[in-house]
């Protein structure tokens, strides 16, 4: 099995909430949606609950984040397009890609909003049928910690895209990398365990592919 990569260099467009200058589909909508860090998909949403619930370091900073009246927006892929840079093209969200996070910057560097992607069917099916509900539960929340706790949030509280908090860079161990400190204080007020490296070793399944 190839698992999946995680790249930045995707522009994603038509996310159907109203964020920032990004064209809408209203017609999906179920309801309105406030807050800070929202999701029409229960699947994340019951994520965020958890993550809300159990961890102080996610309540403080999901805070700070709706006082400064900015949002982070994740969706499935279903609910993006992406537009590749290099020819202008679009397509649908590449379906071997498992998350990814996008400010939406305006006036050049400003950031009042960032999309995160999460891939919770391709999780599903890496998940295997052997995971137990747990399991899987467990690595959503450690993927959506990474992605919105790592990379969108300090977006967000910086509104600027000098707010960048980057993964590991060649040469730099993974858990000296700023997301994926971040990421580790959560894991560690969940009981999650620590990320120690910038592949999938630190998920449940991928003991599974080990065994």
Known sequence: MVLPRHYSWAVLTAVVFS????PVRADILPAPLTGAVV????TLQASLNRLF???ESWRRAVKAVEAAARRAVVVTPKNVRVKDPRNGQERAFDDEVLAEVQPLAEHE???D????VINVALLERMQGRFATIG???DDLDRIVAHEVYGHAIP???AGDLSGKCADPVKGQRAEDA??????NEIRSELKLGVRRDYGLDGLAMARRYRD
């Open 19 to 22: 964020v920032a200058a990004v």
């Open 39 to 42: 999701t029409n998909n229960p």
């Open 53 to 55: 619930q159990r961890s």
């Open 109 to 111: 560097t400003q950031v």
């Open 113 to 116: 909003a960032v999309v995160v």
């Open 135 to 137: 399991d899987f539960e």
């Open 155 to 157: 977006y967000l509280l």
């Open 178 to 183: 700023c997301a994926i400190r971040r990421e």
